[in-house]
């Protein structure tokens, strides 16, 4: 695959000979560097929704990158009888490119309405990543929350690990203030 991650220092190290992971100096001792994708620019860190007021408002961290096509993620999540016909609010990640705010490309839960609560991932792709948002949801209602980000990544890369996907690394994207989010993106590659 083409693509190609730059991380901040404080990403975990892989071994050299698959390392596809740099690090950059750091830009000023209070601003961590920006995790970026080789050619693209900065890589998104959240999803937002649009206000009334036509303004975006930050929503949830994106917690997963794969070094693949939507086509072939979604494909893969889906033959593990995950569900892309789901209700849900979309959202939109910003274009590393353009800048643009584009809407989830795909979307896909282990249920359709999420009742009794379920595992749901949104899924974006900028120049052959695919970036991902996955939670675990609470029951519908009374009213919907987030329980987990972090046991909803693994689920789903589990699923991806299953299917011959290997782990290439994390960035250190400093998104982490949302219940048990880490502040890091996990980097999915196929393996070779």
């Known amino acids: 695959m083409a693509a ?3 991380a901040a220092a404080t990403a975990h190290a892989i071994p050299a000979a698959r390392n596809r992971l740099s690090t950059p100096p750091d830009p000023a001792p209070d601003t961590p ?8 620019g900065d890589v998104p860190k959240y999803h937002y929704r649009r206000d009334d007021d036509d303004e975006w408002t930050r929503t949830l ?3 997963l990158a794969v070094l693949d096509s939507i086509e072939n993620v979604a494909a893969t999540i889906a033959a593990t009888n ?8 979309n959202r939109h990640a910003p274009d590393p490119s353009t800048g643009e705010y584009v809407e989830q490309e795909a979307s896909l839960a282990t ?3 999420g009742l009794v609560g379920r595992d749901h991932v949104r899924l974006w792709e900028f120049d052959g ?8 949801d609470t029951p519908a209602v009374p009213r919907h929350r987030i329980r987990s980000h972090e046991t909803a990544r693994r689920r789903v890369a589990a ?10 690394g994390r960035l250190d994207a400093a998104n982490g203030a949302h219940r048990d989010h880490d ?3 996990l980097v999915l590659d196929v393996d070779p």
């Open 4 to 6: 190609t991650i730059t």
């Open 61 to 63: 961290p994106l917690n």
């Open 82 to 89: 995950w569900t892309r016909k789901i209700a849900e609010y």
């Open 33 to 40: 560097a920006e995790p970026t994708i080789a050619g693209a």
């Open 111 to 113: 249920s359709p309405q």
């Open 159 to 168: 699923l991806l690990l299953d299917d011959g996907y290997r782990v290439a």
């Open 129 to 136: 990543v695919t970036f991902g948002q996955a939670h675990e």
């Open 183 to 185: 502040g890091s993106i």
